[in-house]
């Protein structure tokens, strides 16, 4: 399979050395969301369904754009790429069984997935410029929790069990690998069960493949003290998720990069593995929409790179092209994070971390 490995003077090199050997030179640079480059587009509500046959109004279902409106991916992710993005998530956030059911297009899923990530894949091969560029198959949350009950009266009860949650991934991860991804990135992870469980299904994958198929994990906080929804703290997160060796740890969407530093800070100085952070764009404004220019928004990721906290970074909600571009420009020549080497210490966690020294 030509994107898990490339041969180069004879010898195999995984997709893990091509990366490694990258953020070893410069900062890498994440593209951005696809949600606002396809409300951009104004797409009628026709274009969305395409000819899928679905019945039911797909209207702000931008995962099927990939199957119907092909080009429009492939037009945002060229200009990720333009913006001097190495890092190509495909638009996949919502592209699960779960989410899809609400549009009645759960049996499109692994078309979905596949498309995408053969849009992406192709857009970075036709790329003959020589820089070093990566497929991250991209996989959300979901609309459900496993950590917590959606009936107050009854906090024992959930929607989902975990074996089925790990069937939705395995279902999407797998599409995503045979589409073209080099990595699988779970992302915006408000649940860290529902995490676990995604971890649970790519090591299926690998196990069924044969194949390493490198992690990238991406926290979301959902209040400033620095908690997920299901209440671990950014620390104990790390504990929790550090077992299944991600190739980039890092936190993504909560907020904007000037109320992220902190939590940044916390998990660069913690984690033994590359660091990627991609906030939103500023906070939202009464109207829901993000007013940060991507100046502002380059100009204090710049300072997590000036300070060694960062590996790769990239652009949340409200972030452009235009915010990419300009944070491919402010860390351009800036030395890439160390990653610390920690000593074997007993490391667990509640809801807050514990260390056996």
């Not at 109320?259 to 991609?278: E, K």
């Not at 502002?296 to 960062?310: C, D, F, M, Y």
Request: charged letters at 25%.
């Amino acid at each position: 399979m030509p994107y898990a490995r490339v041969e180069a003077e004879g010898a195999f090199v995984t997709k893990r050395d091509e990366f490694a050997a990258a953020a070893a030179r410069e900062v890498l640079i994440k593209d951005g969301p696809y949600g606002t480059e396809i409300q951009r587009a104004k797409l009628a509500p026709d274009d969305y369904v395409g000819q899928t046959g679905l019945e039911q109004d797909q209207k702000g279902n931008n995962d099927l754009v990939n199957l119907t409106q092909p080009q429009v991916i492939r037009a945002i992710c060229d200009s990720y790429i333009d913006s001097g993005a190495h890092i190509l998530a495909t638009n996949t956030f919502n592209a699960n069984r779960i989410s899809q059911a609400d549009y009645g297009a759960e049996a499109l899923v692994h078309d979905i997935n596949f498309a995408a990530a053969r849009i992406i894949r192709e857009a970075v091969d036709d790329r003959s410029d020589g820089v070093p560029r990566f497929v991250a198959g991209a996989v959300g949350p979901t609309n459900k929790t496993l950590s917590l009950s959606p009936d107050v009266e009854d906090p024992g009860f959930r929607e989902v069990t975990y074996d089925e949650i790990v069937a939705v991934y395995v279902e999407q991860c797998r599409a995503l690998i045979e589409g073209g991804a080099d990595f699988i990135l779970i992302e915006t992870v408000f649940d860290t069960l529902n995490c676990k469980a995604a971890i649970m299904a790519v090591r299926q994958l690998e196990r069924e493949l044969g194949r390493d198929i490198p992690l990238m994990i991406s926290l979301t906080l959902t209040d400033l003290s620095g908690r997920n929804l299901s209440g671990h703290t950014v620390e104990a997160f790390w504990h929790t998720v550090r077992h299944a060796r991600p190739l980039t740890i890092g936190l993504n969407c909560s907020f904007g990069a000037e109320q992220l530093r902190p939590h940044v800070q916390l998990l660069s100085d913690i984690a033994d593995t590359y660091v990627m952070a991609y906030p939103n764009a500023g906070l939202p404004n009464d109207l829901g929409e993000y007013d940060e220019v991507p100046e502002t928004t380059a100009a204090l990721t710049r300072v997590w790179a000036q300070n060694g906290r960062v590996n790769a970074l990239g652009g949340c909600c409200g972030s452009t092209p235009e915010h990419i571009a300009a944070m491919a420009r402010a860390v351009k020549g800036l030395e890439p994070r160390d990653i610390p080497s920690r000593g074997q210490e007993m490391r667990l966690a509640g809801l807050e971390a514990f260390t056996v020294s």
